[in-house]
Nanobody, 126 residues
Framework: QVQLRESGGGSVQAGGFMRLSCVVSGAAYPKSYMAWFRQAPGKEREGIAAISTYDGITYLADSVKGRFTISQDNAKTTVYLQMNNLTPEDTATYYC???????????????????WGQGTQVTVTS
């Protein structure tokens, strides 16, 4: 059974930075598609960053492009979300998700991911 565990959340002032980590355990195969989603109170879950651990290609939503980056470690067991120049609008619970298969273009669709972490809270204060 695949388990995902996020860490690195907390509170930061606007303009600051934060790095989230997602550790994967229990996977039969190390390669997959992994993504970060976030959900603010009263809003839908939003896919913001994804990476194919098959080839390292990354995808970023327009809302975070230029500020956030997604990366993986060499063992492909940990995925990171580096968040720079944070704004109060980035305040949300951030979730890590994983799936071995991904139809083209669907990497920000939450329904395509069958393994999820518990989430980590990120709060950006002005």
């Amino acid at each position: 059974q695949v388990q995902l565990r996020e860490s690195g959340g907390g509170s930061v002032q606007a303009g600051g930075f934060m790095r989230l980590s997602c550790v994967v355990s229990g996977a039969a195969y190390p390669k997959s598609y992994m993504a970060w989603f976030r959900q603010a109170p009263g809003k839908e879950r939003e896919g913001i960053a994804a990476i194919s651990t098959y080839d390292g290609i990354t995808y970023l939503a327009d809302s975070v492009k230029g500020r956030f980056t997604i990366s993986q470690d060499n063992a492909k067991t940990t995925v990171y979300l580096q968040m720079n120049n944070l704004t109060p609008e980035d305040t949300a619970t951030y979730y890590c998700a994983r799936d071995p298969l991904m139809p083209y273009g669907r990497w920000f669709q939450s329904a395509e991911y069958h393994s999820w972490g518990q989430g980590t809270q990120v709060t950006v204060t002005s």
